[in-house]
């Protein structure tokens, strides 16, 4: 049990795909622009992953070494268009909103980095409690950006406006604007990561 | 190679149970995704037609002719709550300065009212001809939006720029193409509906004139008469009727972007111009032989003989081909004087 939790508050925190692995990034900058959008993208990565894990899991020992790359691109793509189809039919605004990015989820390196990493040589329990680690780990790093973009920039907190639209700065809807809050969290992490290695220095 | 044949099996096996799971996923919400295209045509077809309760499923291409101008995509029949025929909705694309997709809705009566007309697609220039959609831009002669002053008009008046309807200032070639396109869509309607009050819109043509076609056209029953040409010109032509001359022509050749440009200028006794056509034009496809097309020539009919169109403003230039434009504007500025001069010494 302790096991399976380390492995899952490792993909939250110790080894956050977004923070520390520094992987999946290109999707993070661009849904990020309102809550709901990063939420949406969060889960439909999530699924995405989950299944990909349990199913390259489940399969690891029947997977030909020599094969492997092209055989977790047919599994992972096929998840993401039943993902894409799922939400075309039943959450359309989602869809449309995520637009081109719900496709790109096929290409996500973190989906790809814990297939060939983590799914490939684990029990398919590890595999799912990993997945489910590592994507809860994107989402919230999602939110806090989403919350910070879509409240200074569009002046609104999930689709409620806040702020008047004279006062918001455009600059956190564009892409730099992305850049710099994601810059922001990466040095705040850093900085958390120096002061717990300096206690552990000290209490050593 | 035995272990790559093994290999390349084992691959394809996994794919075809991915391609097996996929479909399945497909069938159950395809039909779903269906009705959401459903859902929102059906909303847009309420929003041109609110009188109407329901509408038909598209009608059988047959019962139209296919479109000159625009292609129509489909027809549907707007009822009431008894089911009867109270009017249609058109859904056509055609060129405009790039191009649109429309859907516009005429009433059953003898004058096929417009009952609304929108947009579906548009792919003209931001700022100009894309404003023709734009539920905020007003225009400030009639006071409604591009698409919306289309809402009570008669299509049996035929779609006339600065007559029948207005333009968007700056986007003249956008406004004139979404007449033809409503010109053609509101013919349809007439075949539909079995009213014979809209007649069938001419081809628009982008090929240069001969100097018969525009003459004829131009001065349509008037009798054309060469005259000695003035300095300055090729040919000179006056029109006359029965109460004597009521115009002139003349033929004038520049310099243009590539090549010469040879253009017929037409003025009216009353110093109006009556048209320009282009008899020759070897410019750039697609911006200075935009020139040929009728969205550009047309809207000098009208304008007042003795306009200088050298000045900016007079009239809307081809955008990104401002030489052609310029030689052009040069050239009709000339042939105009020169027509008017022919048009006082014929009287």
Same mark, same amino acid.
């Given at each position: 049990?302790?096991?399976?939790?380390?492995?899952?508050?490792?993909?939250?925190?110790?080894?956050?795909?977004?923070?520390?692995?520094?992987?999946?990034?290109?999707?993070?900058?661009?849904?990020?622009?309102?809550?709901?959008?990063?939420?949406?993208?969060?889960?439909?990565?999530?699924?995405?992953?989950?299944?990909?894990?349990?199913?390259? #899991?489940?399969?690891?020992?029947?997977?030909?070494?020599?094969?492997?790359?092209?055989?977790?691109?047919?599994?992972?793509?096929?998840?993401?268009?039943?993902?894409?189809?799922?939400?075309?039919?039943?959450?359309?605004?989602?869809?449309?909103?995520?637009?081109?990015?719900?496709?790109?989820?096929?290409?996500?390196?973190?989906?790809?980095?814990?297939?060939?990493?983590?799914?490939?040589?684990?029990?398919?329990?590890?595999?799912?409690?990993?997945?489910?680690?590592?994507?809860?780990?994107?989402?919230?790093?999602?939110?806090?950006?989403?919350?910070?973009?879509?409240?200074?920039?569009?002046?609104?907190?999930?689709?409620?406006?806040?702020?008047?639209?004279?006062?918001?700065?455009?600059?956190?809807?564009?892409?730099?604007?992305?850049?710099?809050?994601?810059?922001?969290?990466?040095?705040?992490?850093?900085?958390?990561?120096?002061?717990?290695?300096?206690?552990?220095?000290?209490?050593? | 190679?035995?272990?790559?044949?093994?290999?390349?099996?084992?691959?394809?096996?996994?794919?075809?149970?991915?391609?097996?799971?996929?479909?399945?996923?497909?069938?159950?919400?395809?039909?779903?995704?269906?009705?959401?295209?459903?859902?929102?045509?059906?909303?847009?077809?309420?929003?041109?037609?609110?009188?109407?309760?329901?509408?038909?499923?598209?009608?059988?291409?047959?019962?139209?002719?296919?479109?000159?101008?625009?292609?129509?995509?489909?027809?549907?029949?707007?009822?009431?709550?008894?089911?009867?025929?109270?009017?249609?909705?058109?859904?056509?694309?055609?060129?405009?300065?790039?191009?649109?997709?429309?859907?516009?809705?005429?009433?059953?009566?003898?004058?096929?009212?417009?009952?609304?007309?929108?947009?579906?697609?548009?792919?003209?220039?931001?700022?100009?001809?894309?404003?023709?959609?734009?539920?905020?831009?007003?225009?400030?002669?009639?006071?409604?939006?591009?698409?919306?002053?289309?809402?009570?008009?008669?299509?049996?008046?035929?779609?006339?720029?600065?007559?029948?309807?207005?333009?968007?200032?700056?986007?003249?070639?956008?406004?004139? $193409?979404?007449?033809?396109?409503?010109?053609?869509?509101?013919?349809?309607?007439?075949?539909?509906?079995?009213? #014979?009050?809209?007649?069938?819109?001419?081809?628009?043509?982008?090929?240069?004139?001969?100097?018969?076609?525009?003459?004829?056209?131009?001065?349509?029953?008037?009798?054309?008469?060469?005259?000695?040409?003035?300095?300055?010109?090729?040919?000179?032509?006056?029109?006359?009727?029965?109460?004597?001359?009521?115009?002139?022509?003349?033929?004038?050749?520049?310099?243009?972007?590539?090549?010469?440009?040879?253009?017929?200028?037409?003025?009216?006794?009353?110093?109006?111009?009556?048209?320009?056509?282009?008899?020759?034009?070897?410019?750039?496809?697609?911006?200075?032989?935009?020139?040929?097309?009728?969205?550009?020539?047309?809207?000098?009919?009208?304008?007042?003989?003795?306009?200088?169109?050298?000045? $900016?403003?007079?009239?809307?230039?081809?955008?990104?081909?401002?030489?052609?434009?310029?030689?052009?504007?040069?050239?009709?500025?000339?042939?105009?004087?020169?027509?008017?001069?022919?048009?006082?010494?014929?009287?």
């Amino acid at each position: 049990m302790n096991k399976n939790l380390s492995i899952f508050t490792n993909g939250l925190i110790k080894e956050n795909p977004l923070l520390i692995l520094n992987i999946g990034l290109c999707s993070s900058l661009a849904v990020t622009t309102s809550v709901f959008n990063g939420i949406g993208m969060g889960f439909g990565m999530m699924f995405v992953l989950v299944m990909s894990e349990l199913i390259i #899991s489940i399969f690891r020992k029947l997977i030909p070494d020599a094969i492997r790359l092209p055989i977790f691109i047919i599994v992972i793509a096929a998840f993401t268009t039943i993902i894409q189809l799922l939400l075309e039919a039943y959450m359309p605004s989602l869809s449309k909103a995520l637009g081109v990015f719900l496709p790109l989820i096929v290409v996500n390196c973190i989906i790809m980095g814990r297939v060939e990493s983590f799914a490939s040589k684990n029990s398919p329990l590890s595999s799912v409690i990993d997945a489910f680690g590592m994507g809860f780990g994107y989402t919230w790093v999602l939110v806090v950006i989403s919350l910070i973009r879509e409240l200074l920039g569009s002046g609104s907190f999930f689709g409620l406006k806040l702020i008047p639209e004279d006062y918001t700065i455009a600059f956190f809807s564009r892409a730099p604007g992305g850049f710099f809050v994601f810059g922001l969290l990466i040095a705040v992490t850093a900085a958390i990561k120096k002061s717990a290695q300096k206690k552990e220095g000290s209490v050593k | 190679m035995k272990q790559m044949i093994k290999l390349g099996l084992i691959l394809a096996l996994y794919a075809a149970a991915s391609c097996f799971c996929l479909s399945l996923v497909n069938m159950v919400t395809s039909p779903v995704i269906a009705g959401h295209a459903n859902e929102a045509l059906k909303a847009g077809l309420k929003e041109v037609f609110s009188e109407a309760q329901k509408f038909s499923d598209p009608l059988d291409s047959t019962l139209y002719t296919a479109g000159a101008n625009a292609k129509i995509d489909n027809v549907y029949q707007a009822l009431d709550g008894s089911g009867n025929v109270i009017g249609v909705v058109i859904e056509f694309d055609g060129k405009t300065y790039d191009h649109a997709r429309m859907i516009a809705g005429f009433r059953n009566d003898k004058d096929l009212t417009i009952t609304g007309v929108k947009f579906l697609e548009l792919s003209d220039s931001p700022g100009f001809g894309q404003r023709a959609q734009d539920p905020k831009e007003i225009l400030k002669g009639c006071g409604k939006t591009f698409y919306g002053q289309f809402e009570g008009k008669k299509a049996s008046e035929g779609f006339v720029l600065g007559n029948t309807y207005e333009a968007i200032s700056g986007a003249t070639i956008t406004s004139t $193409s979404v007449g033809k396109l409503l010109e053609q869509a509101a013919f349809t309607a007439g075949e539909v509906l079995g009213s #014979s009050s809209i007649k069938a819109p001419a081809k628009v043509r982008s090929t240069p004139f001969t100097e018969a076609e525009a003459l004829s056209e131009i001065f349509g029953e008037n009798t054309v008469n060469t005259v000695a040409a003035p300095a300055g010109c090729e040919k000179a032509f006056t029109a006359s009727d029965s109460s004597g001359v009521t115009g002139a022509a003349v033929i004038v050749s520049g310099k243009s972007f590539n090549d010469k440009a040879t253009l017929l200028i037409a003025v009216n006794k009353d110093s109006i111009i009556a048209g320009v056509r282009v008899l020759y034009l070897n410019d750039t496809p697609g911006l200075g032989q935009k020139a040929l097309e009728e969205s550009f020539y047309s809207q000098f009919t009208g304008k007042k003989a003795d306009t200088d169109f050298t000045k $900016s403003g007079t009239y809307d230039a081809i955008a990104s081909a401002t030489i052609t434009s310029n030689s052009l504007a040069q050239l009709i500025k000339t042939g105009a004087e020169l027509a008017l001069q022919t048009v006082s010494q014929a009287q």
